[in-house]
């Protein structure tokens, strides 16, 4: 079975503190992928990686920063945390690399998400 | 216009019922299309993944898709509470693209 980890299920961060959340997928898998999940604007994606040192922005990369120095770990970085941050973060991988952004058969597995909470 | 299309719902069917949850997309090149089940509080799980016109079935549920009309459906037999969620229709691999979701409740 495929495991998505992340490093905290629950998160409460003041403003402007910088904020690391971390992913780790244990699949061997070439994609992973940050989003966050409010109500009623359903699942965005914030940054995804399709490999190691690589990483391409998503809908919403504003206030964000992503790394990826090892294929299994890929982390989200808040570099000063707002409220308007506040959310679920949902971190998901899949296999297929670069060639599996062009429309190929690779479904996404997701971690258990952390609810990052900014006073 | 939103590229991947859900009734918000909520959807309320009795137990034992069919529950037809619907998806529209823009995209006509996709190939791949996913629905996941979200229970609330929890993320999102792969239930069915559909590539080629026609219908697919696993279980209880029936993926269809239509290309030509650009709709993907996903059809659950014999409801039972258990599947009360929230259904997110996806389309395209690697990188989707997630519609909002269509909450169901299976009602004893």
């Known amino acids: 079975d495929v495991k998505v980890t992340q490093s905290s299920r629950y998160l409460v961060k003041r403003t402007g503190e910088k904020v690391f959340l971390e992913c780790v997928q244990d699949?061997?898998?070439?994609?992973m992928f940050w989003y966050r999940q409010d109500p009623g604007l359903g699942l965005r994606l914030i940054y995804f990686?399709?490999?190691?040192?690589?990483?391409e922005k998503g809908d919403i990369p504003e206030g964000y920063s992503v790394s990826r120095e090892k294929k299994e770990r890929f982390s989200l970085i808040l570099e000063s945390a707002s409220t308007n941050q506040t959310s679920m973060y949902l971190c998901?991988?899949?296999?297929?690399?670069?060639?599996?952004?062009?429309?190929?058969?690779?479904?996404?597995?997701f971690g258990p998400g952390t609810r990052l909470t900014v006073t | 216009q939103k590229e991947v299309e859900q009734n918000s719902g909520p959807l309320s069917v009795p137990e034992g019922a069919i529950a037809s949850l619907n998806c529209t997309y823009s995209?006509?090149?996709?190939?791949?299309f996913f629905w996941y089940r979200q229970y609330s509080g929890k993320s999102p799980e792969l239930i069915m993944s559909?590539?080629?016109?026609g219908d697919k079935e696993d279980g209880r549920f029936t993926a269809q898709l239509n290309k030509a009309s650009q709709y993907v459906s996903l059809l659950i037999r014999d409801s039972q509470p258990s599947d009360s969620a929230t259904y997110l229709c996806?389309?395209?691999?690697?990188?989707?693209?997630f519609g909002d979701g269509t909450t169901l409740t299976v009602k004893p």
């Open positions: 699949m061997d898998h070439e994609n």
């Open positions: 996806a389309l395209g691999a690697g990188k989707s693209t």
């Open positions: 995209d006509r090149v996709s190939q791949s």
């Open positions: 998901a991988s899949s296999t297929g690399g670069l060639l599996s952004l062009v429309s190929l058969r690779y479904e996404q597995y």
């Open positions: 559909i590539y080629s016109n």
């Open positions: 990686s399709y490999d190691v040192k690589m990483k």
